[in-house]
Structure formats: C-alpha cells, structure tokens
Nanobody
Framework: QVQLVESGGGLVQPGGSLRLSCAASGRTFSSYTMGWFRQAPGKEREFVTYISWNGGSTYYADSVKGRFTISRDNAKDTVYLEMNNLKPEDTAVYYC????????????????WGQGTQVTVSS
C-alpha cells in the first residue's frame, strides 16, 4: 500500500503561481512513477503530468506544457507540481497518483491515489 496526501492548493489570481506537494508513505516511493491529474466540476479526471521513478523522464499534457513543472525528492518521499501563469481553466481538484513499474498517463494505469487538493484560479 502507498498512502498519498496532497497539499498546497488554494485560491490564486490569473497569472499567479502555486506549488502543490504530495507526500507518500508505505511502500518504496522511489519504485513508482508519480503522476498528477485534475478534475474540474462536471468533467472527467484528466492527466496533467508524470515523472519517472528516478526523475529522469517527465511528460506533460499540452494544456500545461511550459507552465507546469513536476519534480520529486525521493529522500523525502515527495512529489511536487509547480504551477505558473495559472488560468481560470486550471481550476480543478488536483490529485497525485502512483503507478508501479510503468510510465503512465491514463487513470486506470495508476495504483494509488490521494484525496486531492482544490486549486481555484479567479480574480
């Protein structure tokens, strides 16, 4: 089992920045690809980004490319999502997730999920 707890969400104005964190506990964090997903009201959960077990590979959805950056600190069992130049359409609940042994961009490929943290972009 892997337990994931997100933090860092909040209300921010358009053009602003936020940094989300996801702290993991349980099985060996460094064995997992870590991903971020988001879900806006009335919409399906969508992929945002992932980072490989050692941080050597990352992948982003087109909608966030150039604005969001994923990173991880395996010594702290934590993955981060730096979000810059936020737009109202980025408003959603953001979830981190863990996938064992694979690079994954689809929800069903992830084994463990956090409870989510709300990000609201509004003036």
């Amino acid at each position: 089992q892997v337990q994931l707890v997100e933090s860092g969400g909040g209300l921010v104005q358009p053009g602003g920045s936020l940094r989300l964190s996801c702290a993991a506990s349980g099985r060996t964090f460094s064995s997992y690809t870590m991903g971020w997903f988001r879900q806006a009201p009335g919409k399906e959960r969508e992929f945002v980004t992932y980072i490989s077990w050692n941080g050597g590979s990352t992948y982003y959805a087109d909608s966030v490319k150039g604005r969001f950056t994923i990173s991880r600190d395996n010594a702290k069992d934590t993955v981060y999502l730096e979000m810059n130049n936020l737009k109202p359409e980025d408003t959603a609940v953001y979830y981190c997730a863990a996938a064992y042994g694979k690079w994954a961009s689809r929800t069903h490929e992830y084994d463990y999920w956090g409870q989510g943290t709300q990000v609201t972009v509004s003036s």
